[in-house]
């Protein structure tokens, strides 16, 4: 059975500080791992990685893949409160009409002033 | 404005009715997909279409169906038979993998269903 796993499943910090989410990984026919950020309501894309090694880069946002150890990390620096959110890893798979994602509970992250 | 629609917002259910929850993209993308959201998990698939007339079912299709007669539209009926159907449900779409494009898939602000 595929697996995705986030840890932690929250976390809380100050403004400023940085942050590390965690994705591990079981998964069958691996095409792409994604990042998504959600708010009140529907998950915003972040980042897609399918290489390893290659960091993705947005602002105060990186992320990186491991294919050979089977896991991705989102990095936030400087963190601010806009930042809090629950942040979802999906793992994408199989191909033509079976291609799908299977997410991971996400991370809660707070960040308090 | 491209993107994904769904509708209602909020949907109020009795117990043992069915129910059609509307998602409609203007974005010409081939695949569409049904996430089921519960608090404090992620998102579960439920059912998906990747062409028009054609769909397979994901990890929870029990007790839904779906349809799809256009690219744009893919709604998703909750029967009376799924047993717990209170949740928030999130419609995506994305463009056919095989045609080199992107394996991002984008989101409609979704449906929030409580079954009284």
Redesign the interface.
């Known amino acids: 059975e595929d697996k ?1 796993v ?1 840890s932690p ?1 929250s976390l809380v910090v100050h403004e400023g500080d940085t942050v590390t989410l965690n994705c591990s990984y079981e998964v069958t026919n691996f ?2 791992l ?1 990042w ?1 950020k959600q708010e009140k ?5 972040l980042f ?1 990685l399918t290489s390893s090694g290659i960091e993705k880069k947005s602002g105060r946002l990186s992320s990186i893949l491991d294919k050979k150890e089977l896991f991705s990390i989102l990095n936030i620096t400087a963190t601010q409160t806009g930042d809090s959110a629950v942040y ?1 890893c ?1 793992v ?1 798979k199989g ?12 991370t809660l992250l707070t960040v308090n002033p | 404005d491209g993107g994904i629609t769904q509708s209602p917002k909020y949907l109020f259910r009795k117990e043992g009715q069915n129910v059609t929850l509307s998602c409609e993209q203007n974005l010409n993308h081939d695949a569409m997909y049904w996430y089921r959201q519960d608090p404090g998990q992620g998102l579960r698939l439920i059912y998906y279409s990747q062409i028009v007339n054609d769909f397979q079912k994901g990890d929870i299709a029990e007790g839904y169906s779906v349809s799809r007669e256009k690219k744009e539209s893919f709604p998703l009926t909750v029967t009376s038979a799924q047993k717990n159907p209170t949740a928030f449900y999130l419609c995506a779409s994305n463009p056919r993998r095989e045609l080199g494009l992107t394996d991002t898939q984008y989101f409609g602000p979704g449906t929030r269903l409580t079954v009284l």
Do not use: D, E, H, I
Not at chain 1, 41 to 45: D, E, I, R, S, V
Not at chain 1, 95 to 106: A, D, I, M, R
């Open positions: 995705v986030q499943l095409r792409s994604l998504y309501k529907a998950p915003t894309f897609m979802l999906a994408g191909g033509g009409s079976n291609y799908k994602l299977t997410f991971g509970k996400g």
